[in-house]
C-alpha cells in the first residue's frame, strides 16, 4: 500500500506527511477489485436492511426516508444519531476478516495473506509508549509500523471490510432493543426507539462499538424528538430541541418545474452560445 504524501512539504519531524488514503499495488488492487465485483450482490443480501453502505443506490436519501415514515408511523418515537470516533482507522481489522471470511469463502485466501499474514500492510508512525525521542528536536522517532486495525482508504475491498466491522456493532444493538429501528451507513447509525429507551440504546452502542475498537463519539452523536420532549436526565450527547428543518423541493410541485425549466434554459443559453 503506498500512501500518498500531502502537499505543503515535510511534516514537523522533517518526514513526509502522509494520506490515510493509499493506492495500492497494482496487481492487489487487480485482485480486490475482481472480489468486490464477485461478492457485491450477496454483501448487500447480507449486510441489509441494517447495513447500507454496500451496493445500495441513494444510501442517504434512503435512510432518511425510511426513518420519516418510521416517524409518521409512531410520532412518540424518538431518533438518535451515533457517529464513532476514527472507526475507519480503529475498527478492529481481525473481527472483519473472521466475519467475511465465514461469509465469503472466496475472499479467505486474500484476506489472511493481505491483512493477517507473514508480512502485513505497514504504516508510518510512532510506536505506542516509544519514549525514545529521536536526534532532532526532541520528538519520537517514526518508523514502519504494522497494521493491527482499522482499514486502508483506498483498497477496493476496503469498504466493505468497514461495513462488516460496524455491521457487528449494528447486529449487537438491534438484538438488544428489538422494537427500534435501526439504520447504519458504515459508522453513522440511526435509531428510532421509545423516548425512554433511548439511554439505554446509547449504553448499548458504547459497549458494541468498544467491542470491535470503535470508540463512541458523544459529542457527534444527538437526539431528537419530534414531539419537542426534553432529553432524559443525565443525557450525556447531544439533544435537538428545536425540530428539524427539511431543505427540499416536493416531487412533482410547481416550484420543482419551474427550477428544472430554468435550468435548462441557462444549459441551452450556454450550449448556444
Known sequence: MLQLCKPGGLDVDGLPRLRPIGMPEVLRNLAASSLA?????????????LQMAVG?????ERVVLEVTAELVHNPLAAMLEF???????????????????RAFPCLRHYLSSVFLGSFPPRVYGCADGDSTP?????????RWLAVERGVQQGDPLGQLIHAAG?????????????????????DD????????????????????????????????????????APASAGWPARWIA????????????????????????????????
Open 242 to 273: 428545536g425540530g428539524a428543518r427539511q431543505i427540499s423541493i416536493p416531487l412533482g410541485s410547481d416550484a420543482l418545474l419551474l427550477r428544472r425549466s430554468n435550468r435548462w434554459r441557462l444549459i441551452t443559453a450556454v450550449l448556444r452560445r
Open 83 to 101: 457517529d464513532f470516533r476514527s472507526a475507519c482507522s480503529l475498527v478492529s481489522l481481525a473481527a472483519a476478516v473472521v466475519y467475511l471470511t
Open 189 to 228: 447509525v440511526v435509531v428510532v426507539a421509545a423516548l425512554a429507551k433511548l439511554p439505554a440504546v446509547l449504553t448499548t452502542a458504547t459497549a458494541a462499538g468498544a467491542a470491535v475498537d470503535a470508540e463512541l463519539a458523544p459529542a457527534k452523536c444527538a437526539g431528537w424528538s419530534p414531539t419537542g
Open 166 to 186: 460496524m455491521h457487528l456493532v449494528v447486529l449487537r444493538r438491534a438484538a438488544a432493543h428489538l422494537r427500534a429501528d435501526v439504520r447504519a451507513v458504515h
Open 56 to 60: 445500495v443506490s441513494n444510501t442517504c
Open 134 to 142: 529521536n536526534a532532532t528536536g526532541g520528538l519520537l522517532a517514526r
Open 37 to 49: 465485483s464477485t461478492v457485491r450482490a450477496a454483501a448487500v443480501r447480507l449486510l441489509a436492511p
